[in-house]
């Protein structure tokens, strides 16, 4: 028998921390779940529910571990991405039919997205849940690592083969480590609302690009105060030093205001729900794994929300993960079992920090030479198949290697 409490502690029973165990209810794999906050009871979705993008990769994912049934009421599908760079030549159009596929990916609400995973997460039959509960202090040893944790109000030790932090980008595990963070203050904060337009979505996702940073106008389902088809996601990108004006404005000055950058594509913009903002920056973990432990999610890397592949990132990260877990035998934490959960992850991270910064960092340089070349390159990707076919598979999740869950298989 183990000599530890459980094979797996998950600390963070956010999106990324309850989407692990999930993966795993299947497998046998005894899981502890610690989380400080009570999980958001059911409600009654409003106007300005917020929203996540799912690439076509990530659902896979969910439906591989039975979920996306129950998503897929509050999912509204991305057919079709315009991308354009305002003021200036050039745009570009991905679309779904291209790929031989229903969609991109999705916009789901947060709220029926957590819903549908803290209820599995409280039906499983192999796993514990601590909540509340903070983790306090850990070490590892040659064959697990021991756990102090406040739960309740109550000091408790346990032991597992594996230590998963999924405590946010703050993590208090991470820095426990000490492990070095390459980070970047972009200068911008985004900020967020629902809108309605005159015009329906079509399940049109739009980016475009201005001289504060990139605009994003995202399809999303309908509300029961809105005309079918006519709410969706706003993510707009500002300077910090805009952003006290930007929230002061009232709605009708809100309203010109982002007519005026967005144009007239989507029609009028007619109403916007509540808004809220947070700073952009740029997060990358120097190392995802230390001893018997392993970093998921925004506590290893945190990006630029431009293409909306943060979230993304983060799944796969738990699609990797979850299946070396199953696949381990009896010691999940082993050294084999997180250098290979590095060397898979490694790839993708660096490749997806490295492409959202770049982007992030081109599409706001004011220099002539970049704004033509930005405008060539979108030209290019317009009219060029193997670019377009490139840029497609990679923001649907579909690029590289790709572990069982994220090809429709068991684990």
Same mark, same amino acid.
């Given at each position: 028998?183990?000599?530890?409490?459980?094979?797996?502690?998950?600390?963070?029973?956010?999106?990324?921390?309850?989407?692990?165990?999930?993966?795993?209810?299947? #497998?046998?794999?005894?899981?502890?779940?610690?989380?400080?906050?009570?999980?958001?009871?059911?409600?009654?979705?409003?106007?300005?529910?917020?929203?996540?993008?799912?690439?076509?990769?990530?659902?896979?994912?969910?439906?591989?571990?039975?979920?996306?049934?129950?998503?897929?009421?509050?999912?509204?599908?991305?057919?079709?991405?315009?991308?354009?760079?305002?003021?200036?030549?050039?745009?570009?159009?991905?679309?779904?039919?291209?790929?031989?596929?229903?969609?991109?990916?999705?916009?789901?609400?947060?709220?029926?997205?957590?819903?549908?995973?803290? #209820?599995?997460?409280?039906?499983?039959?192999?796993?514990?849940?601590?909540?509340?509960?903070?983790? &306090?202090?850990?070490?590892?040893? &040659?064959?697990?690592?021991?756990?102090?944790? &406040?739960?309740?109000?109550? %000091?408790?030790?346990?032991?597992?083969?594996?230590?998963?932090?999924?405590?946010?980008?703050?993590?208090?595990?991470?820095?426990?480590?000490?492990?070095?963070?390459?980070?970047?203050?972009?200068?911008?904060?985004?900020?967020?609302?629902?809108?309605?337009?005159?015009?329906?979505?079509?399940?049109?996702?739009?980016?475009?690009?201005?001289? /504060?940073?990139?605009?994003?106008?995202?399809?999303?389902?309908?509300?029961?105060?809105?005309?079918?088809?006519?709410?969706?996601?706003?993510?707009?990108?500002?300077?910090?030093?805009?952003?006290?004006?930007?929230?002061?404005? /009232?709605?009708?000055?809100?309203?010109?205001?982002?007519?005026?950058?967005?144009?007239?594509?989507?029609?009028?913009?007619?109403?916007?729900?509540?808004?809220?903002?947070?700073?952009?920056?740029?997060?990358?973990?120097?190392?995802?794994?230390?001893? %018997?432990?392993?970093?998921?999610?925004?506590?290893?890397?945190?990006?630029?929300?431009?293409?909306?592949?943060?979230?993304?990132?983060?799944?796969?990260?738990?699609?990797?993960?979850?299946?070396?877990?199953?696949?381990?035998?009896?010691?999940?934490?082993?050294?084999?079992?997180?250098?290979?959960?590095?060397?898979?992850?490694?790839?993708?991270?660096?490749?997806?920090?490295?492409? #959202?910064?770049?982007?992030?960092?081109?599409?706001?340089?004011?220099?002539?030479?970049?704004?033509?070349?930005?405008?060539?390159?979108?030209?290019?990707? &317009?009219?060029?198949?193997?670019?377009?076919?490139?840029?497609?598979?990679?923001?649907?999740?579909?690029?590289?290697?790709?572990?069982?869950?994220?090809?429709?298989?068991?684990?």
């Amino acid at each position: 028998m183990n000599k530890f409490d459980y094979d797996l502690v998950i600390s963070g029973g956010g999106l990324a921390g309850c989407s692990l165990a999930c993966a795993l209810a299947n #497998t046998g794999v005894r899981i502890a779940l610690l989380e400080q906050m009570p999980f958001r009871q059911a409600q009654q979705a409003g106007y300005d529910e917020r929203s996540i993008a799912l690439a076509y990769g990530s659902r896979r994912i969910f439906e591989s571990m039975g979920l996306w049934r129950d998503m897929s009421p509050s999912a509204a599908a991305i057919k079709n991405i315009h991308i354009s760079d305002r003021g200036h030549f050039g745009a570009a159009r991905l679309a779904a039919t291209d790929g031989g596929h229903e969609a991109l990916g999705y916009v789901v609400e947060i709220s029926k997205l957590s819903q549908v995973l803290a #209820t599995r997460v409280q039906q499983q039959d192999n796993l514990d849940l601590f909540m509340p509960a903070a983790l &306090d202090e850990f070490s590892s040893e &040659d064959d697990c690592v021991r756990i102090v944790l &406040d739960h309740d109000g109550e %000091r408790r030790e346990i032991s597992a083969a594996l230590l998963v932090a999924a405590d946010g980008m703050q993590s208090t595990i991470r820095e426990k480590l000490n492990i070095v963070v390459r980070e970047w203050n972009y200068g911008q904060t985004a900020l967020i609302a629902n809108v309605t337009t005159s015009n329906p979505h079509q399940n049109v996702a739009y980016e475009r690009f201005t001289n /504060s940073g990139p605009l994003a106008l995202l399809p999303m389902t309908d509300s029961a105060d809105t005309a079918a088809g006519c709410r969706r996601a706003l993510v707009w990108t500002i300077q910090d030093e805009q952003l006290d004006e930007a929230m002061a404005w /009232s709605e009708q000055e809100f309203l010109s205001h982002l007519q005026q950058r967005f144009g007239f594509r989507a029609g009028c913009f007619e109403h916007v729900g509540q808004r809220q903002s947070f700073p952009l920056r740029l997060m990358m973990a120097e190392r995802s794994i230390d001893q %018997r432990v392993a970093l998921i999610g925004n506590a290893a890397h945190t990006l630029h929300p431009v293409a909306g592949q943060g979230f993304n990132l983060g799944i796969r990260d738990v699609a990797v993960l979850a299946e070396l877990i199953a696949d381990s035998g009896s010691d999940p934490g082993s050294d084999d079992v997180l250098e290979s959960y590095a060397r898979q992850r490694q790839h993708d991270h660096r490749n997806m920090v490295s492409f #959202t910064d770049t982007v992030a960092r081109v599409f706001s340089n004011p220099l002539p030479p970049v704004m033509l070349a930005r405008g060539l390159g979108l030209l290019a990707l &317009d009219n060029v198949p193997g670019m377009k076919s490139f840029l497609t598979r990679r923001t649907m999740g579909l690029a590289g290697r790709l572990p069982r869950l994220a090809r429709g298989l068991p684990l």
